[in-house]
């Protein structure tokens, strides 16, 4: 009741920028990844329409593979986990 009396706005954030940025080329949008930005625990993602953007299904079908393990050893363990994921699940499209 306290904050409806105050008309605010709140909000709750759920992703870190990690797992979301996984979840977003998860998604493979018809855009490409202009800038993700981090400050505490807020972060923001800037997106740029491109209809043209090829999906990682698109480039499985010209021969593309999901990179090895031994590739994304310069990743971060989350980044490098969900890599992996993305990749284990474009392969059994």
Not at 6 to 29: D, G, K, Q, S
Not at 38 to 62: G, Y
């Amino acid at each position: 009741e306290q904050f409806r009396a105050e008309r605010t706005r709140n909000h709750f954030h759920v992703w870190e920028l990690e797992t979301f940025l996984a979840f977003l080329f998860a998604l493979e949008p018809p855009a490409d990844l202009v800038s993700a930005h981090q400050v505490d625990h807020e972060f923001a993602v800037i997106l740029s329409k491109n209809p043209n953007k090829l999906t990682w299904r698109a480039w499985t079908d010209l021969g593309a593979e999901p990179l090895a393990s031994e590739d994304v050893a310069l990743l971060g363990e989350s980044a490098k986990n969900a890599a992996l994921e993305a990749a284990r699940g474009a392969a059994q499209r």
